[in-house]
C-alpha cells in the first residue's frame, strides 16, 4: 500500500468515526427522550412501577449512547491527527465489536454479524498490519 493511500484510508476512517459519534449521541438522545415518554405514559400504571423500569432503561442505555459518542469522538480526533493513541483505541474497539459480533452469531444473528465480522476484519488487518498505516501515526 503506498503511502498517499494510506493517508486516505486513514482520513476516510477518521470522517466515518466522527459520523458514528454523532450517529450515537442522536441515538442516546432519542433513547432519553423516549425513556421520558414512556415514563410519563405508564405513570399510572402498576403503581408507577413501569414508570421506574423505563426511566431506568432510558437512562442507563442513553448514557451507553454518550459513552459510545466520546469514544467514537477520540478515534476520529486521534486518527485526524494521526496520533498513536487513536489508533490503538480503534484497535480496542475493534476487538470488543468483533467479540459483539461473534454473540451474536452464537445468538442466532448470523446476516449482519457475518458483515460485521468482515468490516472489523479489514479494519483489524488495515490498521493493525499493514506498514504504511502504522508508519503514519507519532507516538504520543
Known amino acids: ?16 468515526a466522527w459520523i458514528v459519534a454523532g450517529l450515537c449521541l442522536l441515538g442516546a438522545l432519542l433513547v432519553f427522550a423516549l425513556g421520558s415518554f414512556f415514563a410519563s405514559a405508564f405513570s399510572s400504571a402498576a403503581g408507577g412501577a413501569f414508570s421506574t423500569i423505563a426511566n431506568i432503561v432510558g437512562g442507563v442505555f442513553g448514557a451507553l449512547g454518550i459513552v459510545a459518542a466520546i469514544l467514537y469522538a477520540l478515534i476520529g480526533y486521534g486518527l485526524q491527527k494521526r496520533r498513536s493513541w487513536g489508533r490503538m483505541l480503534l484497535l480496542v474497539i475493534t476487538i470488543i465489536d468483533v467479540a459483539l459480533a461473534l454473540l451474536l452469531i452464537a445468538l442466532g ?3 449482519a454479524a457475518i458483515f460485521s465480522l468482515l468490516v472489523y476484519g479489514a479494519i483489524l488487518y488495515l490498521f493493525g498490519f499493514q506498514k504504511d ?4 501515526f507519532t507516538r504520543s
Open 109 to 111: 444473528s448470523r446476516g
Open 133 to 136: 498505516v502504522k508508519a503514519l
Open 1 to 16: 500500500m503506498q503511502t498517499r493511500t494510506a493517508a486516505s484510508l486513514v482520513r476516510g476512517t477518521a470522517i466515518l
